[in-house]
């Protein structure tokens, strides 16, 4: 059944839910490549000199979309604070040596991601969000076409 809208806080409460939805999609895609770029991560180098804990493995996070006045926001991130096993380094150090490809600061692994980087390039910089974005709201039957 067609609802009557009239003014554009109808307008903003009846694509909400829509949203809300869509915003989840796009969070857990970005997410579920972050997850891949981890794993790729460790996959690229193999200690022999310490065991692995595998903190950063499981750093990433999403939280769920909520709404905020009039826009959807969703988090996904690598929780740096979740990290608290390392010896001479802390989270966020850890995180941003991943993100140049370096394993303890130093060591070059194989074919190492820069593990957020690459996540925002094979999401974001590429226009896939973009697409999944435009596809979902098509799917509802909202016409849209990015530019």
């Known amino acids: 059944m067609a609802k009557k809208i009239s003014n554009m806080n109808q307008l903003q409460k009846a694509l909400m839910p829509a949203m809300v939805k869509m915003t989840d999609t ?36 999403k939280i769920k979309p909520t709404v905020k006045g009039n826009k959807v926001v969703a988090y996904v991130y690598i929780d740096t604070d979740y990290m608290g096993n390392y010896y001479d380094a802390t989270g966020h150090q850890v995180a941003s040596w991943a993100n140049e490809g370096l394993h303890g ?23 896939e969000l973009l697409r999944l974005a435009v596809d979902y709201l098509k799917s509802k039957g909202i016409p849209v076409s990015p530019k």
């Open 26 to 61: 796009l969070a857990e895609r970005v997410y579920e490549t972050l997850n891949h770029f981890l794993q790729e991560y460790y996959n690229s180098y193999n200690p022999t000199s310490y065991r692995r804990q595998f903190d950063f493995l499981r750093s990433a996070v």
């Open 105 to 127: 600061g130093t060591i070059e692994g194989d074919n190492t991601p820069h593990v957020w980087d690459d996540t925002i390039e094979n999401t974001v910089s590429n226009g």
